[in-house]
């Protein structure tokens, strides 16, 4: 007799980037057209060689670096989150309002672990994002999907109407994954004051906020004085320093709430890894300016996104920013299999619409969400190429 599965866990979807890595097992590409891989939102490149110097002077000289350290992360670098959040979006943030976690989908998974349990229910738009919905499903929390309207926008009206008894939150991402809206302001507003209204915690992941086309905040939300009392704000440092593999994010929270969350990670990491602190530390002390290219270049692959499908016959691009391009094909194979089919036919891996929406929707079986940045423009006029020249 096998040991039991927690029923919660087995019934949740496996990770997604690692059944489409599967898709590849046995294929051999033509030289003349390798693979073009958009199936993940992770730069490929390495830190650049500043950061890399200052992680190994750390590594070598600072023991500290090695030990232990505090449950809710470097004092530095949650003083550096709270000061510079407090600058570029007008509010007032302190250093015990941060915490530092091993990147934002732990954010998440502490946030959540705060607000809900077996039974509860959590309010997230569709298309969403497949870990934040995994979570909630290992932890026999409802995801309540919330369908978005044009451009991939939610509306707070929509999702005042599927507020219960059971609900606990609401989640947005933006600039969105894997949409890759960027939320007007007056939209994060709209579902602050919902929020507050209701007794409800508002989640907002902004893993990709260093690639938002518009400039200055995205939102006021900071602003209010009594922020706290309603928003849970995440972070990651993966995309903006390439620190993918050393894993820090952060969580912006009340005081209180950060209390709960530290019992959640002294349980599952008992600190964040100290180099990669000390590497986003020091990145946001240093790279400013080295991040401004990096969004520029992203925004640039974006344009050329869009002038892509704009040129590619009955395709329809639903969505495009930070790291994605969410589309609808015109096949009649669902998503699931015309995804498959990509790798054999036109040597591009990527992901289908059906990873992104609740099981059986019928608009993720003609949806494709596409991670662009992985992709240089030289990539990026190769796979519109390919998608051209198509026959299924």
């Not at 350290?69 to 250093?95: D, F, T």
Request: glycine fraction near 6%; include cysteine.
């Amino acid at each position: 007799m096998s040991t039991p599965i927690n029923p919660a866990m087995a019934a949740t979807d496996l990770p997604p980037v690692m059944e489409a890595r599967r898709w590849l097992d046995g294929v051999v590409f033509p030289a003349d057209r390798p693979l073009i891989n958009v199936s993940q939102a992770a730069p490929t490149e390495l830190p650049p060689l500043p950061l890399r110097k200052a992680l190994a002077e750390a590594a070598l000289n600072d023991p500290a670096a090695h030990l232990y350290g505090p449950v809710l992360g470097l004092p530095a670098l949650r003083a550096e989150i709270a000061q510079q959040w407090s600058v570029a979006y007008a509010g007032n943030i302190q250093e015990n309002q941060v915490a530092i976690t091993q990147g934002c989908n732990q954010a998440f998974a502490a946030a959540l672990s705060t607000l809900a349990g077996a039974g509860d229910e959590v309010i997230i738009p569709t298309p969403w994002y497949f870990n934040h919905k995994m979570w909630l499903d290992m932890q026999a929390v409802r995801a309540v999907p919330l369908v978005c309207g044009p451009g991939l926008v939610p509306k707070a009206s929509d999702a005042a109407a599927l507020i219960t008894p059971r609900t606990r939150a609401l989640v947005l991402v933006s600039p969105n994954n894997p949409g890759g809206a960027e939320y007007p302001a007056q939209t994060l507003s709209d579902f602050m004051a919902l929020s507050r209204e209701r007794g409800l915690a508002l989640v907002v992941d902004e893993t990709y906020r260093d690639f938002d086309s518009r400039t200055g905040a995205p939102h006021p939300l900071f602003s209010d004085p009594q922020w706290a009392d309603t928003l849970i704000h995440l972070y990651s440092f993966s995309k903006a320093y390439r620190l993918t593999g050393h894993r820090v994010g952060a969580i912006v929270a009340s005081e209180s709430r950060l209390v709960q969350v530290e019992k959640f990670l002294d349980t599952v990491a008992i600190c964040p890894n100290q180099l990669g602190q000390i590497g986003a530390l020091w990145g946001m002390q240093n790279l400013a300016q080295w991040v401004a290219g990096e969004r520029a270049e992203i925004l640039s692959r974006r344009s050329a996104m869009i002038r892509g499908f704009k040129g590619l016959n009955d395709w329809t691009l639903l969505g495009c920013g930070a790291y994605f391009a969410y589309v609808e094909h015109p096949y009649a194979l669902p998503s699931d299999q015309l995804a498959k089919a990509l790798v054999q036919k036109a040597s591009i891996l990527t992901l289908p619409g059906t990873m992104f929406q609740p099981a059986g929707a019928e608009a993720a079986k003609r949806q494709l969400r596409i991670a662009f940045a992985n992709i240089d423009s030289v990539g990026i006029t190769e796979f519109f190429r390919r998608l051209h020249s198509l026959s299924l």
